[in-house]
């Protein structure tokens, strides 16, 4: 059974910092996904990770993938407090449709 | 840019009735999903369509979940007779070059 763990489940920081949320996963994967989901609103697509070392970019964020460590990051720069949300990492299993999701990272900035 | 529409965004319904919800996948998406999310807890894969069938499907999905893409465009997710622990967020989803979230319908069942 694929187990997906994030962490940290929670945080909070200022404006201006820079931090990371880690992503594990357990067994062989071919997508990794990062999601931000606000409050009561559905779940918004942010990066689609396919091969190891692969890495992507947009604004602020940056995602990356090891897929023999088997460890995606996700790495936060200059947090502004619209990042303010909760994050979650979701990978697909090799040859597998569904995906399984992360418990999800609880971003607070605080100006 | 097109997205995956869903109604109602809220159902309340009486433990024991069924209820389907419905969603209009993007068009030309092949691969179609239905999602459940417990208030505050994590993203739980339901059920995959393909080709008119389905293609995978979790242990959450037993004999009182069905789909159906009655007309080519509506996908839909039927629970036959609800439980209180149904009550949830069920997101569909398609899979094009990225996979898109619809809006979510949020199910109280009393």
């Known amino acids: 059974e694929l187990k997906v763990e994030q962490n940290p489940l929670f945080l909070s920081m200022q404006e201006g910092k820079n931090y990371t949320i880690y992503c594990n996963y357990s067994?062989?994967?071919?997508?990794l996904y990062w999601y931000r989901q606000d409050p009561g609103k559905s779940l918004e697509s942010l990066f689609v990770?396919?091969?190891?070392?692969a890495v992507k970019q947009e604004g602020r964020l940056m995602a990356s993938l090891d897929t023999k460590a088997r460890l995606s990051t996700l790495h936060i720069t200059a947090a502004v407090h619209d990042l303010s949300a909760t994050y979650f990492c979701a990978v697909a299993e090799r040859g597998a449709d569904g995906l399984t999701f992360g418990k999800g990272t609880h971003l607070i900035i605080q100006p | 840019e097109p997205e995956v529409t869903q109604t109602p965004s809220h159902q309340v319904t009486q433990m024991g009735q069924e209820v389907i919800l419905r969603c209009v996948p993007i068009?030309?998406?092949?691969?179609f999903y239905w999602y459940r999310q417990i208030l505050g807890q994590k993203v739980e894969f339901l059920v995959s369509f393909y080709n008119n069938e389905i293609s995978e499907k979790s242990e959450i999905f037993d004999d009182q979940f069905s789909v159906e893409r009655p007309d080519g465009s509506n996908f839909t997710l039927k629970i036959r007779s609800t439980k209180l622990e149904d009550s949830a967020m069920y997101f569909c989803?398609?899979?094009?070059?990225?996979?898109?979230f619809g809006p979510g319908t949020r199910l109280t069942v009393l």
């Open positions: 068009s030309n998406h092949l691969y």
């Open positions: 990770l396919l091969s190891n070392g």
């Open positions: 989803a398609s899979i094009g070059t990225d996979k898109f």
């Open positions: 067994t062989t994967s071919d997508r």
